[in-house]
């Protein structure tokens, strides 16, 4: 949700902000813009079209202060004015912003200057302008007027500030001078060590020093971070992002596994001596590897239960010192994730953070860290990491009912053979015209079927849903007739039958099945899966279901790495 940069350093500033931005694309792309200082002046350029578009309209322009901004839209439309950096009525402050201004109608009432967007970020800037003293002590005393989130850079001549509260923000030196950005891996100019801003807290950047502040205007000491080698990305290179990382899956299982069994992550987690039951809260992609969890859990004798995080937030859910408190995020920076984890942990719980990413906000809230060894996922459909959030936590529960090291063998045979199966492109042909897609399922299946529905709205748009085999004939049953294609996957053997029968209702009524499955296919269409460990077998059924939907927004003419209305990281709830 909006990535930002900011560069003070003696080469130049503007060319590595603009390869910052590339990288930091993922987290919205509604628009991107820049503003730099130049013969005494700040100088904004802006494209509603990409980073590309920026690159070329800012190549002839050299600077040794840059700040840019890459946007997820969330007060105001996607136009010019909206774009970031904002300046301040008198142009003499630029600022870009990550995060939400919740109060900033009643700031903008009480400010009395003239505004050119619709944008909370540009009553933040103004706001900074109004106050007294230097550019540190104006931002800070500023953000005491403010609710709600932020990670801003700031420039104001030749100076350069950053703060947050809550957003992501990250500064380090580089090779030529310093750096700020919202994500680890968006450094550039050779990062060896790196900050970690906390919230409020805001640092003064020059070419050779940086100073740290807290709220109160107080310097502050910080130790620097290693840069962690998680920000290099695999090697498959294909099209789109989405479809390389899909084909790494392979790769990032093997290095998870071996990761896990070369490493005391296990052994080293703080756990409560009896865990009584465990609970999973995620949003999205990663509650449906939550609720994978909570099956595998209860497979291993744990009472467990998944939460989506933006109601457990809000929700009644009575806790208990017994219980460990799962949080999942591929980015571990998503808002609501991190609010329930900060919530719990006021109130002294256990809590263990599933994360992909590491030194993320959400690493830093919980006591222990399980890591998934993904490496770095830019398609806004999260693919490669889903897999590997399913298998540490089937490898997690494995572990907490002292059955690891039995199944350890089987853990290697199924990295060793798994195999990524894309769609079968002749079937595709013949269904792609389908614009009512329900995905059926049983037990684990059902939520294999969650997340290829999932998968196949945010990228393709086609209406779909999933839902659990059984409960068609609730209800939904009467949607279905020669109109719908329905997706059954089936690899649980104690239901295939129960399913069957259910595909048979649906087949009496005029819909058409494909069934995704490693049993017989009972006389309707297949896509036919390998038989591998069955507790494994949502790793082997969802990736043709993700390729599914990866092919049919290509013969929709859609951008898999650029679906509408959504970005990689949800930092605002
Ligand atoms: C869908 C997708 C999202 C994320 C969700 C949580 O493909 O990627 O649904 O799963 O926004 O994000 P993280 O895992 O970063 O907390």
């Not at 931002?139 to 850079?153: C, D, L, N, Q, R």
């Not at 989405?242 to 992550?265: A, H």
């Not at 990491?385 to 090291?405: D, E, G, K, P, R």
């Not at 089987?410 to 079968?424: A, M, P, R």
């Amino acid at each position: 949700m909006c990535g930002i940069c900011a560069y003070k350093t003696k080469e130049n500033a503007v060319k590595l902000a603009v390869e910052s931005l590339k990288i930091l694309e993922y987290r919205g792309y509604d628009s991107c813009g820049i503003s730099l200082f130049k013969n005494g002046k700040i100088e904004t350029i802006k494209s509603l079209v990409d980073i590309e578009d920026l690159r070329k309209k800012t190549e002839s322009i050299s600077s040794h202060l840059a700040i840019g901004h890459t946007r997820w839209a969330t007060h105001g439309g996607v136009t010019l004015k909206n774009a970031h950096p904002h300046l301040s009525s008198s142009n003499k402050i630029a600022l870009v912003h990550n995060g939400i201004i919740e109060n900033y109608k009643t700031l903008k009432e009480n400010l009395n200057c003239a505004f050119q967007s619709e944008t909370d970020s540009e009553v933040l800037v103004n706001l900074i302008e109004k106050e007294g003293g230097s550019l540190i002590e104006k931002v800070i005393s500023a953000s005491k007027k403010v609710e709600g989130t932020f990670a801003i850079a700031v420039i104001e001549n030749d100076e350069l500030v950053v703060g947050k509260r809550e957003s992501p923000l990250y500064v380090a030196f580089c090779e030529s001078g310093v750096v700020a950005t919202s994500d680890i891996s968006a450094f550039v100019g050779n990062v060896k060590e790196f900050y970690i801003l906390n919230d409020d807290e805001f640092a003064c950047l020059n070419e050779n020093k940086i100073e740290f502040f807290n709220k109160n205007g107080e310097k502050i000491k910080k130790n620097a971070e290693i840069l962690p080698k998680i920000t290099q990305n695999f090697k498959i290179f294909d099209k789109t992002h989405m479809e390389s990382e899909i084909k790494e899956t392979k790769i990032v299982l093997k290095n998870t596994l071996k990761e896990y069994l070369n490493s005391d992550i296990l052994t080293n987690l703080n756990l409560p001596k009896k865990i009584k039951e465990i609970d999973l809260i995620a949003c999205g992609t990663a509650y449906h590897s939550a609720l994978m969890g909570a099956e595998f859990f209860k497979e291993q004798g744990i009472n467990s239960h998944a939460y989506v995080a933006s109601e457990f937030r809000y929700g009644k859910e009575i806790l208990s010192k017994n219980t460990l408190y799962i949080f999942v995020s591929q980015s571990g920076e998503t808002a609501d994730t991190i609010a329930c984890a900060k919530l719990l942990k006021e109130k002294k719980m256990h809590l263990l953070a599933l994360t992909n990413t590491p030194n993320c906000v959400l690493n830093r809230v919980c006591d222990n860290v399980l890591p998934t060894f993904a490496g770095k996922e830019f398609a806004v459909a999260s693919t490669k990491a889903y897999c590997c959030q399913v298998f540490v936590l089937y490898l997690f529960s494995l572990f907490l009912a002292q059955n690891l090291q039995d199944n350890i063998e089987e853990l290697i045979k199924f990295t060793n053979d798994f195999q990524v199966q894309d769609f079968d492109r002749a079937l595709l042909d013949k269904i792609y015209h389908y614009k009512k897609i329900f995905f059926v399922g049983r037990e684990k299946d059902y939520i294999t079927a969650l997340e290829a529905s999932l998968k196949l709205k945010e990228i393709s748009y086609i209406n779909s849903i999933a839902i659990s085999a059984g409960e068609l004939k609730h209800g939904t049953l009467a949607l279905v007739d020669e109109s719908t294609l329905i997706i059954a996957i089936s690899t649980e053997e104690n239901v295939r039958e129960k399913l069957f029968s259910n595909l048979e209702e649906i087949r009496a009524r005029g819909g058409e099945v494909i069934l995704v499955s490693n049993f017989k296919s009972g006389g309707f269409t297949k896509v036919s899966l390998s038989s591998m460990c069955e507790n494994l077998m949502p790793i082997v059924s969802i990736i043709p279901l993700q390729f599914f939907a990866l092919r049919m927004c290509e013969k929709l003419g859609y951008n898999p790495d650029k679906p509408k209305n959504l970005a990689k990281s949800v930092t605002v709830e």
